[in-house]
Structure formats: C-alpha cells, structure tokens
C-alpha cells in the first residue's frame, strides 16, 4: 500500500511540474503581448486548465494502456519512470527550454519497462494499425511518434497561413485599431489555449495513476481493503479495451496541476513569448488559436501530443509569416535539439534508475 501511494504522489508531483512547465507554454502569447498580466494569465490558465481537464480521457487511456504491456509494470517502474520524466523536466525548465512534458512520460515509460523487462523490446507496445484510418492505430508509432512528427508539423503551416490570412484581412486597418481588436480576441484565444492543455497534459498523469490502480488490483493490493476503499479498485482491461478512468483521479490530478499553473515557469515564457520573435495580440491571437486547434483535435483522437511542440510551432508559423528573419533561428535550434532529446534521455534516466534499483536488490 505504501509503494501504491508512493507512485500517486510522485506522479502528482509530476502534474505539478507540468502545470509550471507546459502551461507555461500555454500563456507564454498572452503574456509576452502584454494583454494579461503574468499574474492574470495564471489564474486564466488555471481555470481553464481545470475545465479541460475534466473533458473527456482518451489521452488518459493511451497512457494506462496503449504504450507498455502492463503486466509488467509494478510501483517501482512507474516510480522511476515518473522521476525520469520529472527530472528530465526540471533539467530543461532550469535552461528555460520549452521542452515536452508528453514526451518525458512517454520516455520515462518506456525506459522504464524495458529495464524491468531485461531488456526484452517486445514490452513496449510499438504498432497496431487501425482497422480503417491510420488515426485508429495504437502503439507507440500511431500515438506518440506520428503525432510528434506531424503536430509541429500543422502547427508551423497553420500558423503562416492564418497569419498570412488575417495580415491580408487587415492590410487597411491602423495598427492601433488592430491591437485594441486582438488585444480583446486574444483573450479568448488564451482561454482556448489553457482549454486544450487540459485536455491533453492534464490525461497524462491520470493514466499513470490508472495504470498504477490497475497494477495493484490485480496483484491483489486492494483484497484486504475495507469497502470504503473500493473507490481504489481498478480492474485490468479485457483485450480490445481501454481503462476506464474513476472521477476521483481525473479530480485531483486537473486541481494538481491548477497549483502548478500558479507557480508560474516565466524561464519558459521569456524563451517563447520574447527571445524567439517579437509578439503583438494579432500574433499572439493566430498562434494561439493555431495551437488549441492542433491540441483539441490530438485529444480527440487520443494522442498524448506536446503543448510545447503545438505552440512554439504555431509562433514559428507566425514568425515566418511576418519574415523569415524575424525567427532568431539560434533559440528555434536549442529549442529543437531539446525535443529531440526528451523521449531518449528521460528514457535513459528512467532505465538507470530500475537498473539501480535491482543492483541495489529492491527489484527483482
């Protein structure tokens, strides 16, 4: 029951980090165009974060069941993956890059049960075509390294078309007007970013308390519990089917990462809404509203996407849009080597850290 407990918390701890890491992410437009205070885009943030994170699990189930085998994880694989994540996380924030809390998970995940697996790659669930649509399909290729690839992808041309779109909508406006205007849409445009980011982010750690649930019910934790307790019961899967997430964790885990959205993460913030292209509202609007749509439609279709990778696209988009040189291509590098690196190197942590823990004798 400790180790049960134990993962929870070190999985909240990671949602925390999350919600000062990648809603960072979220605001970073709103902020740097000076619309919302760093204060008021917090608190926009955190709201909406909540309501996003209470819409619908389909992330949530990927990550439960969709990318290791589950019999193999125990408590003590999900903790090191977890502080995988956690620390790769923290190394980045600390440099102020804007890298994937998404892609941590995923990485410590997958280091993780390939260490407990002696090395066995076949724990890692790699490809299940979908039955009609390549969107259907599971596994690691279909929900997290498609959509890493073609996420940043839609991000970067959606953002220089609607930006394109909108400086050709508004070629006779004077640019006061044009500020007043958007200064007022990019309010909701940033509610419809922190929307999306609960719906996406926030799923992330509830499939790691899920499948934390599921591990123990059927190892037989929860057999001696009294009946008040069985709100802890989470049965494993039949084939075909995904965990169904209980109430109480998508609760606590959307409240978590509220506290971690008023933290703050300004490292991150001054990274994308200052050193990488200067901003207005009407930027900061078509960004935004690109990387909510990228973000809503991966969520739909049950793709842990990063929040980072859909933003910081977008505003390369609207960069490129107002010229290409007015993308400071040196911060858009490191920013770019930090994603490449976030998947093997939380992986790597994550399977140091198992390794670590059976030479020590805790691990079978």
């Not at 973000?295 to 842990?304: D, E, R, S, T, V």
Request: proline share 4%; net charge positive.
């Amino acid at each position: 029951m400790t180790l049960i407990l134990t993962v929870i918390l070190v999985a909240l701890v990671f949602e925390y980090i999350n919600g000062f890491h990648d809603t960072a992410n979220s605001i970073a437009t709103v902020v740097a165009t000076k619309v919302l205070s760093p204060r008021q885009a917090v608190v926009l943030a955190a709201t909406t974060n909540l309501t996003g994170a209470l819409w619908g699990t389909a992330v949530a189930k990927t990550i439960a069941s969709g990318l290791v085998d589950t019999k193999i994880v125990t408590s003590e694989i999900l903790i090191c993956a977890l502080l995988g994540a956690i620390v790769w996380n923290l190394i980045t924030w600390w440099f102020g890059l804007p890298s994937s809390s998404s892609h941590a998970l995923v990485g410590g995940l997958c280091g993780a049960a390939l260490a407990a697996a002696h090395n066995n790659w076949g724990v890692i669930i790699w490809s299940i075509p979908g039955q009609t649509h390549w969107w259907e399909g599971k596994g690691l290729l279909w929900k997290v390294l498609v959509p890493m690839v073609t996420s940043p992808a839609v991000g970067l041309v959606v953002g220089f078309l609607v930006m394109g779109l909108l400086y050709f909508l508004l070629r006779n406006w004077r640019p006061a007007t044009v500020n007043r205007v958007f200064g007022k849409l990019q309010l909701f445009s940033a509610a419809y970013m922190g929307f999306s980011h609960g719906t996406n982010d926030a799923q992330k750690t509830m499939g790691i308390v899920a499948l934390a649930l599921v591990a123990a019910t059927s190892a037989g934790a929860f057999n001696h519990f009294p009946d008040w307790l069985g709100f802890l019961k989470l049965p494993e899967p039949s084939p075909g089917k995904s965990v169904e997430i209980a109430v109480w964790i998508k609760v606590v885990c959307a409240m978590t990462m509220c506290a971690g959205t008023a933290a703050g993460g300004w490292r991150i913030i001054k990274t994308l809404g200052h050193k990488m292209v200067r901003l207005y509202p009407v930027h900061g609007f078509a960004a935004e509203a690109t990387g909510a749509s990228v973000l809503i439609a991966a969520a739909h279709f049950g793709m842990p996407v990063s929040t980072t990778h859909a933003i910081t696209t977008s505003i390369m988009g609207v960069g490129c849009a107002k010229g290409f040189n007015a993308l400071k291509l040196s911060v858009v590098e490191r920013i770019v080597w930090a994603w490449i690196m976030t998947i093997p190197a939380a992986g790597l942590i994550a399977y140091a850290l198992v390794r670590t823990l059976r030479g020590a004798g805790m691990l079978n």
